[in-house]
C-alpha cells in the first residue's frame, strides 16, 4: 500500500458504500483502526486492508481476525506474571519469555528480536508501563493473540522517554496485524486513563486485573462519538 493512513471516502470506496456510511458505522463502533488527526479520521491502511480481507472471507496467515478483540480477552488467552528478575531490560524479557508457560512451542529468539525493532527505536515504557510489540518489519504470528502482563520485581530503567522506571509489562502477541493493531490502540487508549494506571500498579490477583480491565474496556469503548 502506499499511503500510511485512509481518509473516510478511501475506506468507503473500498467497501463499496457512502462516507455517510462510514460515519454511521464509525458511531456504532464496527470499524476498528480509526483515529483523529487534525479532527479529520484516519484509518491505518495496512491493518484496514487486513480487516477488509477479513470480512470477505480471505484469511490471513491463516487466520480469520477477530475485530471484537478485547484486551481482557488477549490476557486471558495468555498469562499473568509475577516477579519477574532482570536488572535491565534485556534481562527481564528474557525472563519474562521464559517464564511463560507455553514458552517451549515459542522462537524465543525470534519474538525478543523482533520486539526489540521496536524498543531500540524508542522505548514502549511510559508512567512505569511498558506496552510492548512486535515489529510490523518482523512480524511474529501466533495461533491466537495473547497478551502477556509481566510484574517486575524491581522497578527497571527500560530507557523511558519520561524517565520513570519500568515495573510492569504488557507484551502483545499477536495472531495477525490486523488484531495487533486493535489491542495496541486499545493499550494506548487505557494508559491515557489514570485511573487504569493506578490499578494495574496494585499487582492485583489474575482474576481481580481481568475484572478491572473488563470494567475499564466497557466504561471506554463503549462510549460514542
Not at 509489562?169 to 489491542?183: D, G, V, Y
Request: charge should be neutral.
Amino acid at each position: 500500500m502506499d499511503k500510511t493512513f485512509l481518509a473516510i471516502k478511501d475506506v468507503a470506496l473500498k467497501l463499496g458504500v457512502s462516507d455517510k456510511t462510514i460515519y454511521r458505522m464509525l458511531n456504532e463502533n464496527q470499524l476498528p483502526f480509526a483515529v483523529k488527526i487534525g479532527g479529520q479520521w484516519r484509518f491505518r491502511a495496512d491493518a484496514m486492508e487486513d480487516w477488509i480481507n477479513a470480512q470477505t472471507n480471505t484469511e490471513t496467515g491463516n487466520r480469520r481476525i477477530n475485530s471484537a478483540i478485547t484486551v481482557h480477552k488477549a490476557i486471558e488467552n495468555g498469562t499473568v506474571i509475577y516477579r519477574v528478575q532482570g536488572g535491565n531490560r534485556d534481562e527481564a524479557i528474557d525472563e519474562l519469555l521464559s517464564a511463560i508457560p507455553y514458552s517451549a512451542s515459542f522462537d524465543k529468539k525470534a519474538i525478543k528480536i523482533s520486539i526489540f525493532a521496536n524498543e531500540s527505536l524508542v522505548s514502549s515504557s511510559l508512567k512505569g508501563i511498558a506496552f510492548m510489540t512486535p515489529s510490523v518489519e518482523r512480524p511474529v504470528f501466533f495461533e491466537r493473540t495473547m497478551l502477556i502482563v509481566a510484574f517486575l520485581e524491581e522497578e527497571t530503567d527500560f530507557k523511558a522517554m519520561d524517565d520513570i522506571k519500568t515495573s510492569i509489562i504488557f507484551l502483545t502477541l499477536p495472531a495477525n496485524r490486523a488484531e495487533q493493531a486493535i489491542i495496541d490502540m486499545k493499550l494506548r487508549r487505557l494508559s491515557m486513563d489514570n485511573e487504569f494506571i493506578e490499578g494495574i500498579k496494585l499487582h492485583m490477583t489474575r482474576k481481580e486485573l481481568l475484572s478491572f480491565i473488563q470494567k475499564k474496556e466497557g466504561e471506554i469503548f463503549s462510549k460514542r462519538p
